[in-house]
């Protein structure tokens, strides 16, 4: 992570004294752990702002953690946080801070960074956010005819959509009800078939885009926001097709349908977004990482400011919790521990997100991104090639959903993958008819007795059942999976807040002793160049001849059904 030199992890004395530990545990069974030690939970179960991590069903025990400890130790992770949330330059390669932190400091903190204080610039990005949702909350905001806006779609790909997605899923049960009813809804897809399906189904005159890109270059977004721009000219404009008494100018149109999100207010000014509707965030907060701030627009449209607000008091109790705790008792840092083990010295590369929470749809897509973005590198922060693993795949679904697709691998295939169960305890107290809220909580329950059971299985394999008489292979299960359990006191936007933080943070300290810099994404912008050169042969403008004989032949496929 650090500009200067460092000492590779796997030359620390840390790391190898965690090898050799781990040749003297490989073959004890994670039963046999738990036999062994009757105080696991208590040893390995923390609880902070809303959250309980139990870390006992990992493949460990305590030696192991005072050595991962050690290792984080010797890799710098103390100092590190303090460079990260004061604003140092962490992010090496683009040179600047990553103060996603910042975003979630509350009212009336300051944070000096390099002689400005970027506290108060959030603080004043919030406050024009929220003038914004107040005039689409109180039904003031009109389209271009007069009529107050129903629809927003949000235009955004990657950190511009899969955040305020999730969330926006997440916390639809905050929805205040005083308010002008807006739904929100997302298209982040290049091919238009997201979009496609709102332009057909919604009315141009109430339905207002946002534009969100940290960039404002992303031709995902930019080729959305072209379409929905003509479908609205096309449809409202004096020269439209709609049969208005009161046909309205194309400048009044993209002045009422559009707000820019973005950290470059020229290029969306250079787009036609009018001044007023540009909420501005910074090159300092990493796409992925934007959620709490403009970017959540969406957000506070679904939940309200007050909800967002609690949201963002969430993280920050999570970056308080991070700062100031010791290491053997910070979540982020055990999370992001347990990962080392499994990866480094387990040699497990596969890791599912598995929550028992429909409202949680999102997550594991929305960590995806997080985890596999930042830290699907193999060069250190000063170029060298890597010689250990970094980021296992990542990957997950609905844990009930998964049982019925996914988990026979987990229970009896050939690849060890550590699981992270995520719930929340309490469930459906705010439901007001008392027979409907008693057979959702028994749901609940019966959620929940299925995210223990899989985890327990899972651990134990054929020791969870009392009988375990003869049976044929194909029936039999050798348990010894890992699992970290996360439960939530209750989904508010408060403890949605910190699991996040809880897994921002968790991405930092395995990039901290993995010495990567979980803030930049340079693999990613190969294929985009690739794709406007191959865009150019597809519109008959570039070279077939000089490309390999299958992406020739995919393309001339494209050509003769384009002639069909
Ligand atoms: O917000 P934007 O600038 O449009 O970027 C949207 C997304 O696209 C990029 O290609 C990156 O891989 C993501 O990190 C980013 O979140």
Redesign the pocket.
Known sequence: MAASSRTPPDSLPAWQTLKQHAQALKHVHLKNLFGNDPGRWTHFTRQVAGLTLDLSKQRWDDDTLEHLLALADEAGVPGAIEALLSGKRVNVSENRPALHTALRLPPGASLDVEGDDIAAAVHESLTQMERLVARLHAGQWRGATGKPIRHVVNL?????DLGPQMVTHALADYRPDDIHPVEVHFASTMDGSQLADYLTRFNPETTLFVL????FT?ID?LSNANTARDWLIGRLSKHGELPSANPVSEELIIRQHFIGVSASPDKMSEWGITPDHQLMFWEWVG??YSLWGTIGLPIALVVGMENFRELLAGAHAMDRHFQEAPLAENLPVLLGLAGIWNVNFLDIRAHSILPYDGRLEYFAAYLEQLEM?SNGKSVTGQGQAVNYSTCPVLWGQLGPNAQHAFYQLLHQGTQPVVCDFIAPLKRYDEVEDPDTRRHLKSQHRLALANCFAQSRVLMLGDDAIDDDGPRPAHKRYRGNQPSTTVLLDKLTPATLGSLIALYEHKVFVQAVIWDINPFD?WG?ELGKQIATDTQKIIDHQGDLARLDASSRGLIEAFWAAEQE
Do not use: D, I, M, N
């Open positions: 955004g790909v990657g950190g511009s969100s890109s940290k960039s992303t977004t796409g992925r973005e994404q990613v």
